[in-house]
């Protein structure tokens, strides 16, 4: 129990198992990095190789525009419980989808799965969070979202000469999501009984006015602007950075994964208890410094010591900006539309998944090299930074 004076606990059970449901979802999903280069090796032909890694981001982003309006948080843990069954066939069914047709056909379902499922946690996890302890709750979080980029890809890297393709590796990672339904089914009658004791104008759905008046607030239109400008700029390093290294063979993919990943999960950790204390736009100002350098310069990186030195600097740029643009974000929205607020950046991230490898791919069917998607997305991340520029803070 607290007292009258003490902070609200922040890590509590629900908080606690929302965030390992978490982690296991993502380690689902961090296995993908090597996708353009698994299109490539089965043959599918160069026009249709951005359309198949797009669509499942731009199936997830259709639906989660449908599911918003509708969703109720009463119904997360039976959501949740359906998706994670859903993701294991999924996984399994790369092992005999190696045609473009059947390919399309397996990543609008994956797309379908993967937005119940972060629709629903998203919706629900957002209730745990204090919002004097936001900035704190979204750099534990955000640490819970990447830590499997940390670790699965150069696992992967490692397993893979073993391997018939890495077919076999989102087959396998697929495990993870058996560690999530046991964690549900352990914490049901818990989660379900913080649900039944909610406020009730947190359970209800939104109405069309209260949509309206949220998106009329300056501070979420921009932050979600500048949400779809970073994953753009994530999608272009997440989709073509193997292909990017093997082209300028200066480093391993994988050790820069693990160094960017590692540098971001420090970052939020031994700095989350300060992002709710210090000025946010000038951190967000420096963290969108650091990531146009290093996608400026990664094209041009002519040793392995550079090349390195750039992942730890994107991973300083990513560890500041995630959880300080969410605690804006979550600050900014009315209690009611922070779940939906918060999904919306998810919707973010579709859009810049779909995009981002959709229209890289063309390019690089058009015989363009890898370096102008990396001169792009510095210069998204210029154009991110003159965004915050002009939103208003509680320290200008």
């Not at 379900?192 to 359970?203: F, N, P, Q, R, T």
């Not at 999608?235 to 160094?259: N, Q, W, Y």
Request: include cysteine; hydrophobic fraction near 55%; charged fraction near 10%.
């Amino acid at each position: 129990m607290n007292d009258a004076n003490s902070p609200p606990r922040l890590l509590t059970y629900e908080f606690i198992v929302f965030c390992l449901i978490t982690i296991t979802t993502f380690c689902t999903v961090s296995i993908f990095y090597s996708f353009h280069h698994y299109l490539v090796e089965i043959g599918i032909p160069p026009s249709w190789r951005g359309l198949i890694i797009g669509i499942e981001p731009m199936t997830a982003f259709i639906l989660r525009l449908v599911i918003l309006p509708w969703l109720q948080v009463r119904d997360t843990p039976a959501i949740i419980a359906a998706s994670t069954v859903a993701m294991i066939f999924i996984g399994f069914g790369y092992l005999c989808a190696t045609t473009v047709a059947s390919l399309i056909v397996l990543r609008i379902f994956h797309g379908a799965a993967i937005v119940f499922l972060t629709v629903a946690v998203t919706a629900l996890g957002v209730n745990f969070i204090p919002p004097e302890r936001s900035g704190q709750a979204f750099g534990i979080f955000l640490v819970v979202t990447i830590a499997p980029y940390a670790f699965i890809p150069p696992m992967a890297e490692a397993i893979l000469p073993y391997l018939r393709n890495e077919a076999d590796l989102y087959a396998g990672v697929s495990i993870f999501v058996f560690f999530a339904l046991l964690l549900l089914a352990r914490g049901w009658k818990r989660i379900a009984s913080y649900i039944a004791g909610m406020d009730g104008a947190l359970l209800r759905r939104p109405t069309r006015v209260e949509l309206y008046d949220n998106f009329s607030i300056a501070t979420v239109r921009k932050m979600l602007w500048c949400f779809s400008l970073v994953y753009l700029i994530h999608a272009t390093l997440f989709f073509f950075l193997k292909d990017l290294t093997l082209e300028i063979t200066v480093g391993r993919v994988g050790t820069f994964f693990s160094i960017f990943m590692t540098m971001t999960i420090a970052v939020r950790l031994a700095g989350s208890r300060y992002f709710d204390r210090v000025n946010k736009k000038k951190l967000l100002l420096a963290g969108f410094a650091a990531m146009a350098t290093c996608f400026a310069v990664l094209p041009t990186a002519g040793s392995p010591g550079l090349y390195y030195l750039l992942a730890g600097l994107y991973g300083l740029g990513m560890g500041v900006i995630m959880p300080v643009m969410n605690a804006l974000l979550f600050a900014a929205s009315p209690p009611a539309l922070r779940g939906i607020n918060v999904n919306m950046t998810m919707f973010t991230l579709d859009l810049g998944y779909f995009i981002m490898p959709y229209l890289g791919g063309l390019l690089i069917a058009l015989g363009m090299g890898f370096s102008i998607l990396f001169y792009a997305g510095a210069g998204f991340a210029v154009l991110a930074a003159a965004i915050v520029g002009t939103v208003k803070t509680p320290g200008d």
